[in-house]
T-cell receptor
Framework: GQQVMQIPQYQHVQEGEDFTTYCNSS?????IQWYKQRPGGHPVFLIQ?????EVKKQKRLTFQFGEAKKNSSLHITATQTTDVGTYFC???????????FGSGTKLNVKP | DAGVIQSPRHEVTEMGQEVTLRCKPI?????LFWYRQTMMRGLELLIY????????DSGMPEDRFSAKMPNASFSTLKIQPSEPRDSAVYFC???????????????FGAGTRLSVL
């Protein structure tokens, strides 16, 4: 079954509203990575968090890695139409024998 | 750097035919991943190589699928015989397991869109 789940699966927001996607793994991850895939494109790396409890910001995007290194979140403040796409979390197990990609959250932003 | 290069970009074939997808990872990267993406199943990891050795192939759907990495600069994913349910976009990605900030970041190719009729 799916090891890394993301919720929600879909999110429709009005431009300017905030957006959050949550990532939950059934197993501890060595690090968490976030990727964005635009419609018709390929996943593109956004950021990597390594430490338990780590928080990183990229302009309007805030990323968090849980204390147990099993969950993460991505929050976008004041969404823009350029934020449209599917956001994936991903990460390896501590021994790097497995690599899991999350189920993804598809974001649509209405102008 | 040219990035991860996949070929062909599009492939249309008939059921029962053999399909071979190709991937050239970024030079110096020692990990390579094959993914399949469909609307129904999302992005699925098929197989993961490290230093040309398959580490995790638990995602390979069945015996019709096989992947090889004969050297550090080339990998193939073969489907024989192909079936309509194999229609999907297949992505290849590579990463470096070395040190530094770029460690383990995956760089994806543009993908191969496969249609099996």
């Amino acid at each position: 079954g799916q090891q890394v789940m993301q919720i929600p699966q879909y999110q429709h927001v009005q431009e300017g509203e905030d957006f959050t996607t949550y990532c939950n793994s059934s197993t501890t991850l060595s690090n968490i990575q976030w990727y964005k895939q635009r419609p018709g494109g390929h996943p593109v790396f956004l950021i990597q968090l390594v430490k338990s409890g780590e928080v990183k910001k990229q302009k309007r995007l805030t990323f968090q890695f849980g204390e147990a290194k099993k969950n993460s979140s991505l929050h976008i403040t004041a969404t823009q139409t350029t934020d449209v796409g599917t956001y994936f979390c991903a990460g390896p197990t501590p021994n790097f024998n497995k690599f899991y990609f999350g189920s993804g959250t598809k974001l649509n932003v209405k102008p | 750097d040219a990035g991860v290069i996949q070929s062909p970009r599009h492939e249309v074939t008939e059921m029962g035919q053999e399909v071979t997808l190709r991937c050239k990872p970024i030079s110096g990267h020692n990990s390579l991943f094959w993914y399949r993406q469909t609307m129904m199943r999302g992005l699925e990891l098929l197989i993961y190589f490290n230093n040309n050795v398959p580490i995790d192939d638990s995602g390979m759907p069945e015996d019709r699928f096989s992947a090889k990495m004969p050297n550090a600069s080339f990998s193939t994913l073969k489907i024989q015989p192909s079936e309509p349910r194999d229609s999907a976009v297949y992505f290849c990605a590579s990463s470096s397991s070395g040190t530094g900030l770029a460690k383990n970041i995956q760089y994806f190719g543009a993908g191969t869109r496969l249609s099996v009729l």
